[in-house]
C-alpha cells in the first residue's frame, strides 16, 4: 500500500549500488509475502540477507496507539517472528499493511522487541505527525521504563544532529540518517544513508556499531539539509504559508486561509531543547549534507521534476560512469561531468551556493543557485561547501 510495484528485491538489488549502497534495510519485514520474497531470492549469512552485491537486514517500522512510528531491527527470521507472536491479535493485518498499526504504548513496543533481541528506537523522531517527540517531551515519556534500552535515533529528513544534540538525552543515542523508499528509484531509494566503520556486512557487526562495541561505529552521517525535509518550518497544510512560532500560537495554529497551521520540526527542537546551541558527544560522527543528485539536475535543465525522463537518462549516464551518484557529487572530476549546465550545478553545490527555501506543511523545501530570482531567495540559507567523502573515515 503505497508503495511502487517496482519495489522487489531484484530491483533494490540492481539500483542500490548506483546509490554506492551496501548494507539496505528491508521496510516491512513483518508483512508475509515480503519476508517470503526477501528469504527466497536471497542467501542468508549472519543476520543478513545476500543478493549480488546488496546485503538485506530485516527492519520494520510499526505504528503504536499514538501514531508515534517506531524501528526496529531484527537479527533473524525467528526474531521477527517472535514479534509477531509478542503482539498477536493487537496489530492491524500484516497481509495488507507492511507498516502495521499496533494497540500498543510505546513501552510495550520496546517490550516486545527487547523480548526477541531486536533493536528499536523512534523514527523520524521530530516529525509532527507521528514522531516520537511530536507526542512526547522525552523518550521516557514513550518508552517508559525501557528508555535506557533504545538504542539509536532516525532523525528525519527534517532534522540532523545539529538541531538534536540540543537535547542532551540523545546524546547517548546513535544517530541513523535514513529515509524510507516508496520506490527503487535514483530520487528516492537512500536519500539518506550512514557510512559505517564495520568489519564485515552482517547484522552482528551492525550491532556493533549502533551500539558502538569493539571499535565498531558510525563514521558518517549523510542526509538532506533539514531545511529541504516537508515539515522543517511551521506552515499551514492547506496553503503552505509559513509561520514562525510566536505568529502560529497568536493565531492558535489556523492560517488565514482557514486551514491548520503544523509545527515544524525546528519551533519543535526549540520548545524541546536544553541546549542553547548544539554539543556533539565524542562518539557523534561528522554530518555532510547532501541533495539528490536528480534534483540538482532537474534545476539545472530546467525538468519540470526529479522524475522526468530527460532527468533520468542525465543520471543514469554520470552514474555508470563514475560508479555511484555520491561520486558524482562529491568525488568525481567535475570535467567528468558533459553537460555544462549540470556540471556547473554540481559545482555549486560542492561549494556551498546552493540556496534553500525551506520546507513545511508536507511541502518539501527546494533549492535554488545564487542567481535565482527575487522570489526564490525568500528564506535562503546557504549550504557548507562539500568535502570530499573519502575524507571521513572510522
Given at each position: 500500500?503505497?508503495?511502487?510495484?517496482?519495489?522487489?528485491?531484484?530491483?533494490?538489488?540492481?539500483?542500490?549500488?548506483?546509490?554506492?549502497?551496501?548494507?539496505?534495510?528491508?521496510?516491512?519485514?513483518?508483512?508475509?509475502?515480503?519476508?517470503?520474497?526477501?528469504?527466497?531470492?536471497?542467501?542468508?549469512?549472519?543476520?543478513?540477507?545476500?543478493?549480488?552485491?546488496?546485503?538485506?537486514?530485516?527492519?520494520?517500522?510499526?505504528?503504536?496507539?499514538?501514531?508515534?512510528?517506531?524501528?526496529?531491527?531484527?537479527?533473524?527470521?525467528?526474531?521477527?517472528?517472535?514479534?509477531?507472536?509478542?503482539?498477536?491479535?493487537?496489530?492491524?493485518?500484516?497481509?495488507?499493511?507492511?507498516?502495521?498499526?499496533?494497540?500498543?504504548?510505546?513501552?510495550?513496543?520496546?517490550?516486545?522487541?527487547?523480548?526477541?533481541?531486536?533493536?528499536?528506537?523512534?523514527?523520524?523522531?521530530?516529525?509532527?505527525?507521528?514522531?516520537?517527540?511530536?507526542?512526547?517531551?522525552?523518550?521516557?515519556?514513550?518508552?517508559?521504563?525501557?528508555?535506557?534500552?533504545?538504542?539509536?535515533?532516525?532523525?528525519?529528513?527534517?532534522?540532523?544532529?545539529?538541531?538534536?544534540?540540543?537535547?542532551?538525552?540523545?546524546?547517548?543515542?546513535?544517530f541513523l540518517t535514513n529515509s524510507d523508499a516508496h520506490s527503487p528509484y535514483p530520487s528516492r531509494i537512500a536519500r539518506e544513508f550512514n557510512r559505517l566503520d564495520i568489519k564485515d556486512v552482517t547484522f552482528t557487526e551492525l550491532r556493533k556499531a549502533i551500539l558502538r562495541e569493539g571499535g565498531r561505529k558510525f563514521a558518517l552521517n549523510v542526509g538532506f539539509p533539514p531545511e529541504e525535509g516537508k515539515y522543517n518550518e511551521s506552515a499551514c497544510i492547506a496553503?503552505?504559508?509559513?509561520?514562525?512560532?510566536?505568529?502560529?500560537?497568536?493565531?492558535?495554529?489556523?492560517?488565514?486561509?482557514?486551514?491548520?497551521?503544523?509545527?515544524?520540526?525546528?519551533?519543535?527542537?526549540?520548545?524541546?531543547?536544553?541546549?542553547?546551541?548544539?554539543?556533539?558527544?565524542?562518539?557523534?560522527?561528522?554530518?555532510?549534507?547532501?541533495?539528490?543528485?536528480?534534483?540538482?539536475?532537474?534545476?539545472?535543465?530546467?525538468?519540470?521534476?526529479?522524475?522526468?525522463?530527460?532527468?533520468?537518462?542525465?543520471?543514469?549516464?554520470?552514474?555508470?560512469?563514475?560508479?555511484?551518484?555520491?561520486?558524482?557529487?562529491?568525488?568525481?572530476?567535475?570535467?567528468?561531468?558533459?553537460?555544462?549546465?549540470?556540471?556547473?550545478?554540481?559545482?555549486?553545490?560542492?561549494?556551498?551556493?546552493?540556496?534553500?527555501?525551506?520546507?513545511?506543511?508536507?511541502?518539501?523545501?527546494?533549492?535554488?543557485?545564487?542567481?535565482?530570482?527575487?522570489?526564490?531567495?525568500?528564506?535562503?540559507?546557504?549550504?557548507?561547501?562539500?568535502?570530499?567523502?573519502?575524507?571521513?573515515?572510522?
Amino acid at each position: 500500500m503505497g508503495t511502487s510495484t517496482a519495489m522487489t528485491v531484484q530491483t533494490l538489488a540492481e539500483e542500490s549500488p548506483k546509490k554506492g549502497i551496501r548494507l539496505l534495510a528491508t521496510g516491512d519485514c513483518l508483512h508475509p509475502k515480503w519476508l517470503a520474497e526477501i528469504r527466497d531470492g536471497t542467501k542468508e549469512r549472519d543476520g543478513v540477507f545476500d543478493r549480488g552485491k546488496v546485503s538485506f537486514v530485516l527492519q520494520t517500522e510499526v505504528e503504536d496507539n499514538h501514531r508515534v512510528h517506531h524501528i526496529i531491527i531484527f537479527p533473524d527470521v525467528a526474531s521477527v517472528e517472535g514479534f509477531i507472536e509478542g503482539m498477536k491479535g493487537r496489530h492491524s493485518p500484516l497481509d495488507s499493511d507492511g507498516r502495521p498499526k499496533v494497540h500498543m504504548g510505546g513501552a510495550e513496543v520496546a517490550q516486545a522487541a527487547v523480548d526477541c533481541g531486536a533493536l528499536f528506537g523512534p523514527s523520524h523522531a521530530f516529525t509532527p505527525w507521528t514522531g516520537m517527540y511530536g507526542h512526547h517531551t522525552k523518550l521516557a515519556g514513550c518508552y517508559g521504563d525501557l528508555a535506557p534500552k533504545a538504542s539509536f535515533a532516525e532523525l528525519g529528513l527534517s532534522a540532523d544532529t545539529d538541531y538534536a544534540d540540543r537535547i542532551s538525552e540523545l546524546h547517548r543515542l546513535t544517530f541513523l540518517t535514513n529515509s524510507d523508499a516508496h520506490s527503487p528509484y535514483p530520487s528516492r531509494i537512500a536519500r539518506e544513508f550512514n557510512r559505517l566503520d564495520i568489519k564485515d556486512v552482517t547484522f552482528t557487526e551492525l550491532r556493533k556499531a549502533i551500539l558502538r562495541e569493539g571499535g565498531r561505529k558510525f563514521a558518517l552521517n549523510v542526509g538532506f539539509p533539514p531545511e529541504e525535509g516537508k515539515y522543517n518550518e511551521s506552515a499551514c497544510i492547506a496553503c503552505f504559508k509559513h509561520y514562525d512560532l510566536k505568529q502560529a500560537m497568536a493565531l492558535r495554529w489556523r492560517c488565514v486561509c482557514g486551514g491548520v497551521i503544523k509545527k515544524g520540526v525546528k519551533d519543535r527542537i526549540e520548545e524541546l531543547a536544553d541546549l542553547p546551541k548544539p554539543n556533539h558527544p565524542d562518539h557523534r560522527p561528522p554530518y555532510l549534507h547532501i541533495i539528490p543528485l536528480s534534483e540538482i539536475i532537474a534545476k539545472a535543465i530546467h525538468a519540470p521534476n526529479a522524475n522526468a525522463k530527460a532527468v533520468e537518462d542525465i543520471w543514469a549516464k554520470l552514474v555508470g560512469k563514475a560508479g555511484s551518484e555520491v561520486a558524482v557529487l562529491i568525488d568525481d572530476p567535475i570535467e567528468n561531468i558533459a553537460n555544462p549546465a549540470v556540471a556547473d550545478a554540481v559545482r555549486r553545490f560542492r561549494e556551498g551556493k546552493v540556496r534553500m527555501i525551506p520546507g513545511g506543511g508536507g511541502q518539501y523545501g527546494t533549492i535554488a543557485f545564487d542567481d535565482a530570482s527575487p522570489s526564490e531567495k525568500a528564506k535562503p540559507k546557504s549550504l557548507k561547501g562539500q568535502t570530499a567523502l573519502m575524507d571521513f573515515k572510522g
